[in-house]
């Protein structure tokens, strides 16, 4: 099971930050790398970043690269997604995964998800 916590409020003004953290549940995060994603309404589901199992190789959707950083903290069997100066079109739903071994980039590679939790930035 895998469950999202985010520290911070829904709405967000332009510039500001958010994190995100994703509890697991019932399995080892140790074996497993994890993601972020992303939905905006009437669009599809799209990639945000990635991090291996130890944390050495991370990955970002050249949107967010140098605003967000992804993060894990395997004892806790959390995964966090730090989000700087963000922008209007931040805006959506983000989802946290888990994929057996390595890291990936699309959805139907991954195994776990935690439900959907909106970020809104706007002034």
């Known amino acids: 099971q895998v469950q999202l916590v985010k520290s911070g409020g829904d709405l967000v003004q332009p510039g500001g930050s958010l994190r995100l953290s994703c509890v697991v549940s019932g399995f080892s995060l140790d074996y497993y790398a994890a993601g972020w994603f992303r939905q905006a309404p009437g669009k599809e589901r799209e990639f945000v970043a990635t991090i291996s199992t130890n944390g050495a190789r991370t990955s970002y959707a050249d949107s967010v690269k140098d605003r967000f950083t992804i993060s894990r903290d395997n004892p806790k069997n959390t995964m966090y997604l730090q989000m700087n100066s963000l922008k209007p079109e931040d805006t959506a739903l983000y989802y946290c995964?888990?994929?057996?071994?390595?890291?990936?980039?699309?959805?139907?590679?991954?195994?776990?998800w935690g439900q959907g939790t909106q970020v809104t930035v706007s002034s």
């Open positions: 995964a888990a994929r057996q071994y390595y890291i990936g980039f699309r959805v139907n590679e991954y195994d776990y």
